[in-house]
Every structure is written in C-alpha cells, then in structure tokens.
Nanobody, 121 residues
Framework: QVQLVESGGGLVQAGGSLRLSCAAS????????MGWYRQAPGNQRELVAT???????NFADSVKGRFTISRDNAHNTVYLQMNSLKPEDTAVYYC???????????????WGRGTQVTVSS
C-alpha cells in the first residue's frame, strides 16, 4: 500500500509564502512523476506543477514565476515552494505520484488526502 502524506498548508496573508511537502511511503519499486494539484470550492481539480524523476518541471500559467517544485528522490518527497501568494491560490492542495510497483510496471496514480492553503487579502 502506497501512502502520500502532505504537510505545510495553512493560513497566510497575500504576498506571503508557504512550503508544502509530500512524502511517499510503502513498498514500491520507483516513482515516476510527482506533482501538486489544487481544488477550490466549486471548481474542478487543476494542475499546479509536476516534476519528473529526472527533474523536468511543468507549471500552470497562473503560478509560473511564483511557485517552484522540487523533489528528493532518495526520500520519495516532493516540495512546492509558493511565493507571492494571492487570494486566488486558496484551495486544497493535493499531492500526486505515479508509482511503479515493480520495474516493468506502469506508473500507478496515487493521491494524498490534501492540505488546505488559505490566502487572506
């Protein structure tokens, strides 16, 4: 069983910063891409940022230049550094990972339970 556990959410004023962490645990072979998605009330879940095992990154246009994503492959952890936060960044942020259970496996999709980020104006 693979578990993704997020931490680091909270309440911050506009212009502030937060750093989210997500650690994967369990028995598996490797993790391909990891990423962060978010869902605001009444909205669909949307991509925020992803990072491959090799370090290639992808960001939503709305967060480019403000958010950075990084990962520690040795500890199966992904981070999201969020700077210059805006009220519209308020959402539940979910960690995602494509996990291989064995070498020839495909990347199975796993989600964390989410962490709330609230940005006040």
């Amino acid at each position: 069983q693979v578990q993704l556990v997020e931490s680091g959410g909270g309440l911050v004023q506009a212009g502030g910063s937060l750093r989210l962490s997500c650690a994967a645990s369990g028995i598996f072979f490797s993790i391909d891409a990891m990423g962060w998605y978010r869902q605001a009330p009444g909205n669909q879940r949307e991509l925020v940022a992803t990072i491959t095992s090799g370090g290639s990154t992808n960001f939503a246009d709305s967060v480019k230049g403000r958010f950075t994503i990084s990962r520690d492959n040795a500890h199966n952890t992904v981070y999201l550094q969020m700077n210059s936060l805006k009220p519209e960044d308020t959402a539940v942020y979910y960690c995602n990972a494509a996990v291989r259970m064995y070498r020839a496996d495909y990347g199975r999709n796993y989600w964390g339970r989410g962490t709330q980020v609230t940005v006040s104006s």
